[in-house]
């Protein structure tokens, strides 16, 4: 790739990317705990009292959904790898017939089990969209939050700004005036 920058960007992010998809969970935890402390980080930098429920509800939940947003494409960039499977798996592959509403496909399924011959990747493409879809769903569920908290969060740090500015303008000394 020599000297490509978007091969080196990469040949170097490969690693990372498959890092998050493999490590999902611990990632989204702690990313939406960063979330959770980056308000109360906030208040304290910021010599406020503690920030009131919707400011470290709506921090939390972008949190959350940087994190899900991360894990889906991280995923889908690693959507045909075999690192997804355990390594039983690897080697050969049957469909599995769906249950429930598409139950009628299970003849279909069998059919196909029997005649071709289904790629290992199959599999771990199944893999890796089934995470993929998950965590968008979670990644559109936490902006749901966001934008239902937005307001509310607004008005209470403006609120919080308000009563700050009061409690230094009552201590502050009152200036002399001058008289001509």
Request: charged share 15%; hydrophobic share 50%.
């Amino acid at each position: 790739m020599g000297s490509n920058p978007v091969g080196w960007v990469l040949s170097n992010v490969g690693p990372w990317t498959w890092f998050v998809a493999q490590n999902r969970v611990w990632v989204i935890v702690a990313v939406s705990a960063v979330g959770f402390l980056g308000a109360f980080l906030g208040a304290f930098r910021k010599y406020r009292p503690g920030p009131t429920p919707s400011i470290v509800l709506r921090s939390t939940a972008m949190g959350l959904a940087f994190s899900s947003a991360a894990v889906t494409v991280s995923s889908l960039l690693h959507f045909s790898d075999l690192r997804w499977l355990p390594p039983a798996q690897r080697t050969h592959t049957h469909l599995n017939p769906p249950g429930g509403l598409f139950g009628f496909a299970k003849p279909i399924v069998g059919a196909v089990n029997q005649v071709a011959s289904v790629p290992v990747e199959f599999r771990a493409v199944e893999q890796s969209v089934h995470v993929a879809f998950v965590c968008a769903l979670i990644a559109l569920l936490a902006l749901v939050v966001v934008a239902l908290t937005s307001r509310r969060a607004r008005r209470a740090d403006i609120r919080l700004i308000v009563r700050e500015e009061i409690r230094k303008s009552a201590a502050a000394p009152e200036p002399e005036l001058s008289r001509r």
